[in-house]
């Protein structure tokens, strides 16, 4: 099983620029989620989906649109890039069901807005 | 709101220590608390789960507490060893979810 993966690793997107950073996960989770990470501070979630065709947002979705449209995929759409949106982007999946929660984590998209 | 606090922001101890690490959170009705490790430039791993219900759960040399009354949770590092170097997170979530709230993580460092 690959788990969570992130396409890009890395991207420097200049301001107004647009771009998808993609999420896909094998594990027949049913939640799926994204958070952003700055430097020296925890992760903030975005976006989340509790199920294909399902959406809501976090604490800081401004900025930022995303569609579920199958189980596996979770795209995150920035439409107009700002330096406010450098950071590094993790998304994660879990299974919500009798209980068990735990969250599987991609290994991150490091996105330079200049 | 929510706030997951972790303290102190970096640890520096020699190897073959065994450690203790803090995790602090403001509201008391959390669903399960998860601890995370991060290696510089990596993703998150998840090393422990506790769910509300449940005080402590164990995985080779970590040993993850819980007391939700007072909003408290430690990880103990047993036999610290270099490999043993990383951000650990905490996060919390309040309900059958993982819309998780984060501290700013411990970053650990074992000198061999």
């Known amino acids: 099983n690959a788990g969570v993966t992130q396409t890009p690793k890395f991207r420097i997107l200049k301001i107004g620029q647009s771009m998808t950073l993609q999420c896909t996960q094998d594990m027949n989770h049913n939640y799926m989620y994204w958070y952003r990470q700055d430097p020296g501070m925890g992760l903030k979630l975005i976006y989340y989906s509790v199920g294909a065709g399902i959406t809501d947002k976090g604490e800081v979705p401004n900025g930022y649109n995303v569609s579920r449209s199958t189980t596996e995929d979770f795209p995150l759409r920035l439409e107009l890039a700002a330096p406010s949106q450098t950071s590094v982007y993790f998304c994660?999946?879990?299974?919500?069901?009798?209980?068990?929660?735990?969250?599987?984590f991609g290994q991150g998209t490091r996105l330079t807005v200049v | 709101k929510q706030e997951v606090t972790q303290i102190p922001a970096a640890l520096s101890v020699p190897e073959g220590e065994n450690l203790v690490l803090n995790c602090s959170f403001t509201?008391?009705?959390?669903?399960?608390l998860q601890w995370f490790r991060q290696d510089p430039g990596k993703g998150l791993t998840s090393l422990l789960l506790i769910q509300s219900s449940q005080r402590e759960q164990t995985s080779g040399r970590l040993n993850a507490s819980l007391d939700k009354s007072s909003g408290r949770s430690t990880l103990y590092i047993a036999a610290s060893q270099p490999g043993d170097s990383a951000t650990y997170l905490c996060a919390v979530s309040p309900g059958a979810n993982s819309k998780l709230t984060f501290g700013k993580g411990i970053t650990l460092s074992v000198r061999p």
């Open positions: 509201d008391s009705a959390i669903y399960n």
């Open positions: 994660a999946s879990s299974y919500e069901g009798r209980g068990l929660t735990e969250a599987f």
